[in-house]
Antibody
Framework: QVQLQQWGARLLKPSETLSLTCGVN????????WSWIRQPPGKGLEWIGE???????NYNPSLKSRVTISIHTSKNQFSLKLTSVTAADTAVYYC????????????????WGQGTLVPVSS | QSVLTQPPSASGTPGQRVTISCSGS????????IYWYQQLPGTAPKLLIY???QRPSGVPDRFSGSKSGTSASLAISGLRSEDEADYYC???????????FGGGTKLTVL
């Protein structure tokens, strides 16, 4: 059974950098897209970006200038960094496994982390 | 403003069939697969439908997905109280070179 366990900084101040890591237990680490998705309180889902084991990345154009997703295959972990946060970045952040065909078009999220609420407040 | 448009709410009575729509464009729904996720309160989303009309193992056949042109639909038949949740559609968008979600539909079972 695949499990995603995420951890990282919680309360942030504006202009700080958000850092989260997601550890993957069970199943292969290769052959998937490892993704980050967020959900502001009371709002819908927003895709942040993803990386595969070859370190190929795709990012949400609206966040691309502030986002870095990296992968640590030896540890079965991947990480998210979001710079210069503001109150608008307050959200529950989820890591997820993207599964499907080799093309990003055919990817669905079949396993999710538990979610981490990251408030941004001065 | 989400790239994919869903009605904010839907409702039905137990046993009824309800449909949730998802409207997009030629760069997303028109040419790519649709995915549907169910999110119960306080939990992570769960995959409900993949590749437009495929159900993962464990998802009841009461749930079905379809697509026509630049719109997609999720149908839930034999509505049950435990179906009360938020539902999101998703797709890859070729113009954005990224994934997009609908704004979500809150389903209430009356």
């Amino acid at each position: 059974q695949v499990q995603l366990q995420q951890w990282g900084a919680r309360l942030l101040k504006p202009s700080e950098t958000l850092s989260l890591t997601c550890g993957v237990n069970g199943g292969s680490f290769n052959g998937y897209y490892w993704s980050w998705i967020r959900q502001p309180p009371g709002k819908g889902l927003e895709w942040i970006g993803e990386i595969n084991h070859s370190r190929s990345t795709n990012y949400n154009p609206s966040l691309k200038s502030r986002v870095t997703i990296s992968i640590h295959t030896s540890k079965n972990q991947f990480s998210l960094k979001l710079t210069s946060v503001t109150a608008a970045d307050t959200a529950v952040y989820y890591c997820a496994r993207g599964n499907g065909s080799g093309s990003p078009r055919g990817i669905h999220f079949d396993y999710w982390g538990q979610g981490t609420l990251v408030p941004v407040s001065s | 403003q989400s790239v994919l448009t869903q009605p904010p709410s839907a409702s039905g009575t137990p046993g009824q069939r309800v449909t949730i729509s998802c409207s997009g464009s030629s760069s997303n729904i028109g040419i790519n697969y649709i995915y549907w996720y169910q999110q119960l309160p306080g939990t992570a989303p769960k995959l409900l439908i993949y590749r437009t009309n495929q159900r993962p193992s464990g998802v009841p056949d009461r749930f079905s997905g379809s697509k026509s042109g630049t719109s997609a639909s999720l149908a839930i038949s034999g509505l049950r109280s435990e179906d009360e949740a938020d539902y999101y559609c998703a797709a890859w968008d070729d113009s954005l070179s990224g994934r997009v979600f609908g704004g979500g539909t809150k389903l209430t079972v009356l």
